[in-house]
């Protein structure tokens, strides 16, 4: 998410600006910029890289005076993270500039339009769109030309703009992306979120959907997109300044955790239209869809565990043969490779050193790779043949979790494609499919709502040495990434088991209060679940059971069970996550471990 911070008053505005832009470097971003007006003109510097850069550039804003100034810390969504691509974006004449968090979903019309009347663009980005529309509609009356832009826009934005004809006021408005607006006596501060402007005011109003705000250095008016003045209440903050980097979560990971909904939707809907799956990015015709007899999924980490599910759900519905491989693996072991198949290669920082070698292993080989990422611009995005971009958001915790379940919803979309293509799947089975995908961020933050329960019985387990997952097909994917959840922050020993392998050997290992998580949302695989639940159960196990509501016959086997909401068993990972990401996080948070920052891992292995 990109950061934005405005700030109009007796004081001088930059230094203001680059403060409130430092409190944000949370929310993840690859370029920054500011823009002030000097009493004469509006000057702008912009930098990629990290935002210590544009402070050495600027001499931490000396060399921007002024009033009047918004700053931006851009986490590139269009166009690649470069100073050109930098917000602010301003209109030819320089009097008027813009800062933007979202994505405005027309700007290729919009776009086109305003070259068609004469408007030249420097940028890649749909930012600098509203730069320009906001100069068409502009006679002299900025809220006037503001509000005509905000009916033209679709999409999702909070906006930062100044202008150069009217430099006692800055303007903000929004809808979707968050924004906030306080005051103190030297000022008026605009900002994505709380932590930039904590330390001028403790009072602030949340600006909501398609309200804009006209800031003067003493006070503020809030507006409709209809210009209609409206009165908005202030709210105190009590949260101290390390917390509302949180957004007054105690960690990067519950936060995100809770993110999760937000980012299955952003990845999820705008690939649904009118009733179908549309993966624009795949730039792959039906007929090369079709052409293709092979997958091979490559990852390391919970990007390899996506890609096992990945497997199996591409399997069940498109009847297409996967190959899911560790890419540390992968790049020696010279894998003998299908022609005319086709390479995914996940990864939620695209900088992860393994499967950027795989990646380039598959391309010498001649193979077309799709990369899974979240970051935009980053190494396997811009060396893939094409991505397909999760929109989970920066993600700061190291131990992924909207990532991973974003990284869920691009695969289901993909296995849904090909199964559209090659005819495997029904037009009602495929509508069915496509409600229960829609389902998921609604049954998510259900699932999120039971953490005090899962914290009770996490807290059990604070003190256990060996902690064991089984499923079965898809439950056993899910058991890989619960296990690592838990072992990689809490640092307890864990292992994940397809649970018809159990008795092979390290059954062994079960007893007296062990306990052992067994997955089973695959009705088919109900009873076989269970009967391995039984096996442990007899040897002293603990059982804690994650299965779908109604399944009450697995109460005989399960000692603790929690139910998850009805929905497709190929999408079922996405909420049987949800309970141990939760399980490990309170187990972790309980044993007084550093959550977001476990020992010896870190967030992107760019070595190998
Ligand atoms: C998962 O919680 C870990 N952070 C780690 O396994 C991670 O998934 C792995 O290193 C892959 O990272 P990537 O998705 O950025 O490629």
Known sequence: MCGIVGYIGKRQAAPIILEGLSRLEYRGYDSAGIAVYDGERINIAKAAGRLKIL??????????????????????????????????????????????????????????????????????????????????????????????????????????VIFAEHPDQLFAARKDSPLIVGQNEEGCFIASDVP????????????????IVRLRGDHMHFYTVDEEEIQKESVTIEWDANAAEKGGYEHFMLKEMYEQPKGVADTLLPRIKDGEVVIDELNMTDEELLSVKKIYIVACGSAYHAGVTGKYVLESLARISVEVDLASEFRYRNPVMEEGAMVIVVSQSGETADTLAALRESKKRGFKVLGIVNVVGSSIAREADSVLYTWAGPEIAVATTKAYSTQLIALYLLALKFARVRKTVGDKEFAGMLDDLKKLPDQIEMLLSNKNHIQKFANRYIGAKDIFFIGRGIDYAISLEGSLKLKEISYIHSEAYAAGELKHGTISLIEEGTLVAAVSTQPELFAKTISNMVEVKARGAFVLAVTNEGNIEIEKAADYVIYIPETNPCFANSLAIIPLQLFGYYVAVGKGCDVDKPRNLAKSVTVE
């Open 55 to 160: 402070e050495e550039m600027t001499h931490n804003g000396e060399t921007l005076s002024g009033f009047v100034g918004i700053g931006h810390t851009r986490w590139a969504t269009h166009g690649v993270p470069n100073t050109v691509n930098a917000h602010p974006h301003y209109n030819k004449s320089e009097t008027i500039a813009v800062v933007h968090n979202g994505i405005i979903e027309n700007y290729i019309g919009l776009r086109k339009m305003l070259k068609e009347k004469g408007y030249e663009f420097v940028s890649d980005t749909d930012t600098e769109v509203v730069a320009h529309l906001i100069d068409y509609y502009y006679k002299g009356n900025p809220l006037e030309a503001i509000t005509k832009v905000l009916h033209r826009v679709e999409g999702s934005y909070a906006l930062g």
């Open 196 to 211: 930039a402007i904590l330390k001028y005011t403790r009072q602030v109003t949340y600006v909501d959907n398609q309200e």
